[in-house]
Antibody, heavy 122, light 111 residues
């Protein structure tokens, strides 16, 4: 059974930083791309970032490029999202997802974690 | 404004059929990229409902079906049940943005 467990969310002031983690189990972690998707309170889903199975390729939404960094540790079955220069509009539940699909443009979010809340406020 | 356009809400009576549209453009759905659908029940994480336009993951009832044509896609739900009341999101890849995009979501109400 695929399980994804996010952690690291919390309350942070504008301009601050957080590191989100997502521990995975139930599949061969290193062979799958992983993604982060966020959802602001009462709003829809927004793709944030994706990393390939090896970690060699990373992809970012324009809204977070230059401020967020995705990485993974395949020895620990964990994917990370380093979020810097936080803004009020970054307030959201951040979901970790295991990707499915045969090639990058066809990737989809196959399994989702329960999410971790990031609140940016002074 | 979402790159993929969905109706904000749809409603139908139990047992009936409802469709949710997802309209894109030549840089995403119209470019041939697959459309995927997610269901988000109230207070829970999203769940994959349909992938590759019309494929159901294991465990998803065949009351759910998907299709794609041109720059649009649709999710159809037949034999509506109260438990289908949820938010539904479409997703595809956009070559202009070099990334994945979601629709704004559609809230399904089962009357």
């Amino acid at each position: 059974e695929v399980q994804l467990l996010e952690s690291g969310g919390g309350l942070v002031q504008p301009g601050g930083s957080l590191r989100l983690s997502c521990g995975a189990s139930g599949f061969i972690f290193s062979t799958y791309a992983m993604s982060w998707v966020r959802q602001a309170p009462g709003k829809g889903l927004e793709w944030v970032s994706t990393i390939s199975g090896s970690g060699a390729s990373t992809y970012y939404a324009d809204s977070v490029k230059g401020r967020f960094t995705i990485s993974r540790d395949n020895s620990k079955n964990t994917v990370f999202l380093q979020i810097n220069s936080l803004r009020v509009e970054d307030t959201a539940v951040y979901y970790c997802a295991k990707d499915g699909g045969s090639r990058i443009q066809l990737w989809y979010r196959q399994y989702w974690g329960q999410g971790t809340l990031v609140t940016v406020s002074s | 404004q979402s790159v993929l356009t969905q109706p904000p809400s749809v409603s139908e009576a139990p047992g009936q059929r409802v469709t949710i549209s997802c309209t894109g453009s030549s840089s995403n759905i119209g470019a041939g990229y697959d459309v995927h659908w997610y269901q988000q029940l109230p207070g829970t994480a999203p769940k994959l409902l349909m992938y590759g336009n019309s494929n159901r993951p294991s465990g998803v009832p065949d009351r759910f079906s998907g299709s794609k044509s041109g720059t649009s896609a649709s999710l159809a739900i037949t034999g509506l049940q109260a438990e289908d009341e949820a938010d539904y999101y479409c997703q595809s890849y956009d070559s202009s943005l070099s990334g994945w995009v979601f629709g704004g979501g559609t809230k399904l109400t089962v009357l």
